[in-house]
């Protein structure tokens, strides 16, 4: 009986700790959208809009981002001139290119040319890189500030400004006449956001596990006494 | 005496234009370099074009006198008012204009948004897709480029902008998919020595068969 009992706790244990794993584990949060292409200028840099992005219902905090796109870069977008990452607020002007101000996540994320360089509109997925706990929460507030979630994605280069997240590229071919025929390619990005998942969901799981814990383990006594009486 | 002189003009015009008559001289076409240097402009290279073709097109350079017209067509971003030059140098953009190997064909490029990359043709696309009639090349852009063409084996294009602007011409839509740039040449031939001694034949029978009647009246008077 007691081994028994033993038993059901320990597969129970397993459970929680499975379901509790699960819930406390990061989140990832993915859209895909058109890119917008839109550009601005400001000193010898440039930002260039990547698009509008839905990310909401917003996380406490986020951990990690990563974005795929394409992009064109010159062949001097190394290290500091690279255009990075920056996250802000949905339909906001763009802010000052230091991009501390405002509602904004400045983030190590950028995209350099490569080796050798193509000089062509590139599809490029970045890594995973880390936001730290400020950059997190700040985000969070960004995408709790809009009712549906959403934020800009831009690309930002302090020194270039020949770089370009275009909307879409125009192509032409010769047909077996000699017509000249055009073609359209629509470019999308995609931006992943690590959340750190709510308190009140992992409270809530844990809650209902011990509940459900407490509720086997009475209905065990209730049996256990039963058959003492009997 | 007017009357002479005047078929003499006449036939001197016509012959020039029988013997020069503009033919298509035919397209090329190559992938977008988009390398591009800045200095006192932005240019960007757009590659060299060697060989010209074309249905109907007669691409003996030896034959042309010089290109009278053309039509380019280029895949571009963010320009706003770029020229199109052709000559010689695909490095050294401003040292190749300096020593007049480049030549303005007076196209200019401009997007009409600046968030796509467009491939522009300008005046119009050419025949047999478009109507529009070809751009003008200056005397000296179409002899220029005649020369390099014939002398040199190929032609070398390049979008300059000012200095303060990025445009781009990039050399690649994606992976697999090219980007392209166009020019499609209208040429005059090299006037043949047989047309000319035809047409200077017809312009001295003119003048033989206008002076007559005047010898004839004089003889009656």
Redesign the interface.
């Known amino acids: 009986m007691v081994s028994s009992r033993f038993h059901v706790l320990f597969l129970a244990s397993i459970c929680v700790f499975a379901v509790l794993g699960s819930s406390s584990g990061a989140a990832v949060i993915s859209s895909t959208v058109n890119q917008?292409?839109?550009?601005t200028?400001a000193g010898t840099g440039?930002a260039s809009k990547v698009g509008t992005f839905q990310m909401g219902p917003a996380a406490p905090s986020y951990t990690q981002a990563r974005l795929r796109t394409w992009i064109?870069l010159?062949s001097n977008a190394f290290g500091a001139a690279a255009p990075k990452l920056v996250l802000a607020a949905y339909n906001a002007s763009f802010p000052e290119f230091s991009l501390i101000f405002g509602p904004t996540v400045s983030t190590s994320l950028n995209f350099e040319s490569e080796v050798p360089p193509?000089?062509?509109?590139?599809?490029r997925q970045s890594g995973w890189v880390s936001l730290t706990p400020s950059e997190g929460t700040t985000l969070a507030s960004i995408i709790a500030s809009d009712s549906q979630g959403r934020i800009d994605a831009w690309l930002v280069s302090p020194t270039i400004?020949?770089f370009?997240n275009?909307?879409?590229?125009?192509?032409?071919?010769f047909d077996s006449?000699?017509?000249?025929i055009?073609e359209t390619?629509v470019y999308t990005a995609t931006l992943e956001l690590e959340a750190v998942p709510e308190p009140t969901s992992a409270i809530a799981v844990s809650g209902l596990t011990f509940g459900f814990l407490a509720l086997r383990r009475a209905r065990s006594r209730r049996l256990l006494r039963r058959q003492i009486h009997a | 005496m007017l009357r002479l002189t005047a078929c003499f003009l006449f036939s001197l015009v016509s012959l020039v234009s029988v013997t020069r008559a503009d033919y298509y001289f035919g397209?090329g076409a190559a992938q977008?370099?988009?390398?591009?240097e800045t200095n006192t402009v932005r240019a960007v290279y757009l590659g060299r074009l060697s060989a010209f073709a074309?249905?109907g097109s007669n691409p003996n350079v030896a034959e042309a006198a010089k290109f009278t017209s053309l039509y380019a067509?280029v895949?571009i971003?963010?320009a706003t008012n770029v020229a199109l030059y052709g000559g010689r140098g695909d490095v050294n953009f401003e040292n190749s204009l300096a020593n007049g190997k480049m030549y303005d064909t007076g196209l200019r490029f401009s997007n009409t948004n600046?968030?796509?990359?467009?491939?522009i043709?300008l005046p119009g696309?050419?025949p047999?897709?478009g109507s529009t009639a070809p751009f003008a090349l200056s005397n000296s852009a179409g002899i220029g480029m005649r020369d390099i063409l014939a002398n040199q084996g190929g032609l070398d294009f390049w979008l300059v902008g000012d200095a303060a602007s990025?445009?781009?011409a990039?050399?690649?839509?994606?992976?697999t998919?090219?980007?392209?740039f166009?020019v499609y040449f209208n040429a005059s031939a090299v006037p043949e020595p047989s047309s000319i001694l035809l047409g200077l034949a017809a312009a001295s029978f003119g003048a033989l068969k206008l002076r007559r009647p005047k010898i004839a009246l004089k003889a009656n008077a």
Do not use: H, M
């Open positions: 917008d292409g839109y550009k200028f440039a064109e010159p193509s000089f062509g509109v590139d599809e400004q020949d370009a275009p909307d879409l590229a125009e192509y032409w071919y006449n000699y017509n000249i055009f390619i | 397209t977008q370099t988009n390398f591009s074309g249905t067509g895949a971003r963010g600046q968030t796509s990359v467009q491939s043709f696309l050419p047999p897709s990025s445009f781009t990039p050399s690649q839509i994606t992976s998919q090219a980007a392209n166009l």
